[in-house]
C-alpha cells in the first residue's frame, strides 16, 4: 500500500507545482503508515518527538533507521508547520528517501540541506 501511495504521489508532481506543505504532508503520511505496519508504532497519531521516543525504546529499529527517520520527519515538520520552503532538489531528496524506506525498511542518509 504504501509503494503505491508513493508512485501516486510521485505521479502528481506536487512539489513541482508548489503545493509543497500538501506534498510534505502526504510523504510523512507515507512513511508513518510504513512504520506503523513494520514496527507496530502508532506513528501516524503520535507527533514526531512522542514518534521518537517511542521508537528509541524499540529493539527493532537501529540507531541509523532512527535518527535518519528523526531527521527526516523534523525538516518535514517545518515545512509542515513553520512555512518552511525547501528548493526542488531537497524536495526529490525527501521523496527518495521515502522511497528507499518505504521499499527496504533500511534507511540512507539524509539529504543534505535537509527540507529547509
Given at each position: 500500500?504504501?509503494?503505491?501511495?508513493?508512485?501516486?504521489?510521485?505521479?502528481?508532481?506536487?512539489?513541482?507545482?508548489?503545493?509543497?506543505?500538501?506534498?510534505?504532508?502526504?510523504?510523512?503520511?507515507?512513511?508513518?503508515?510504513?512504520?506503523?505496519?513494520?514496527?507496530?508504532?502508532?506513528?501516524?497519531?503520535?507527533?514526531?518527538?512522542?514518534?521518537?521516543?517511542?521508537?528509541?525504546?524499540?529493539?527493532?529499529?537501529?540507531?541509523?533507521?532512527?535518527?535518519?527517520?528523526?531527521?527526516?520527519?523534523?525538516?518535514?515538520d517545518l515545512v509542515k508547520f513553520a512555512g518552511?520552503?525547501?528548493?526542488?532538489?531537497t524536495c526529490v531528496r525527501s521523496l527518495e528517501?521515502?522511497?528507499?524506506?518505504?521499499?527496504?525498511?533500511?534507511?540512507?542518509?539524509?539529504?543534505?540541506?535537509?527540507?529547509?
Open positions: 500500500r504504501a509503494i503505491a501511495a508513493h508512485a501516486a504521489l510521485l505521479g502528481e508532481r506536487l512539489h513541482e507545482t508548489g503545493r509543497i506543505h500538501e506534498y510534505y504532508v502526504r510523504l510523512t503520511d507515507i512513511v508513518r503508515v510504513s512504520i506503523e505496519a513494520r514496527w507496530g508504532i502508532r506513528a501516524p497519531e503520535r507527533t514526531t518527538q512522542e514518534f521518537l521516543r517511542e521508537a528509541a525504546r524499540s529493539p527493532t529499529i537501529s540507531e541509523a533507521e532512527r535518527s535518519t527517520l528523526g531527521a527526516f520527519l523534523r525538516d518535514a518552511a520552503a525547501p528548493d526542488a532538489a528517501l521515502a522511497e528507499h524506506f518505504v521499499r527496504s525498511g533500511t534507511s540512507s542518509p539524509v539529504p543534505s540541506g535537509g527540507a529547509a
